[in-house]
């Protein structure tokens, strides 16, 4: 995977903490744990903004664990616009392989809670938090953490768009793809 790192970068940290999830609002992208983490936080001055469509197994979810500091926005074709508004990005997928969203996260500078299902991108301690799939407490636990310590979220803010920036772009995913290709035709020969 690649990321478009003129497209996707960092903006200006708002006032309030900020937590974004980006994907269909689907159970398998873990959004059903993030709400019932968000919902028993209660945290001050902060808010959830949900990027992507909203899916029928969803509904319940929300209807459950709805507070007034979340925000469904739909799906949005300028997702960079609410990336670059955010404060830490959360995708706890229980399956997924590598999520592109996760690249542009990263991209933008900011934090992911997430998990190693959603591929390898962030290491845990440096660009973000690793948590378990349907761990509720490690996500609301990331959350709290990163919510109470801004000084971490610029850290690996910045550790994630530097890991993207030299690892993630679509030129270094062009030369793996191509030298992929060149073993490969190295066997067949």
């Known amino acids: 995977r690649g990321v478009d790192i003129d497209r996707f970068k960092p903006g200006t940290r708002p006032a309030r903490f900020r937590a974004i999830f980006s994907g269909a609002l689907i159970e398998r992208k873990g959004v059903h744990h993030l709400l019932e983490a968000w919902h ?110 801004p000084e971490i979220v610029e850290q690996m803010g910045a550790a994630a768009r530097k890991r993207v920036v030299e690892n993630f772009t679509w030129d270094h995913y062009r030369t793996r793809l191509l030298d992929a290709y060149s073993a490969a035709m190295q066997k067949v020969r």
């Open 40 to 149: 028993r936080l209660n945290l001050k001055d902060a808010e959830l903004w949900l990027v992507g469509s909203i899916h029928e197994e969803a509904k319940p979810h929300l209807k459950t664990f709805w507070r007034d500091n979340i925000r469904t926005i739909g799906f949005a074709r300028d997702l960079e616009d609410y990336l670059s508004q955010s404060s830490v990005y959360v995708f706890p997928s229980q399956w997924e392989g590598s999520a592109k969203t996760v690249y542009e996260a990263a991209a933008s500078g900011l934090p992911s809670i997430t998990t190693r299902e959603a591929g390898d991108v962030i290491r845990d301690g440096i660009e973000g938090i690793i948590v378990q799939p349907g761990d509720v407490d490690a996500i609301a636990a990331a959350l709290e953490h990163l919510y109470r310590h």
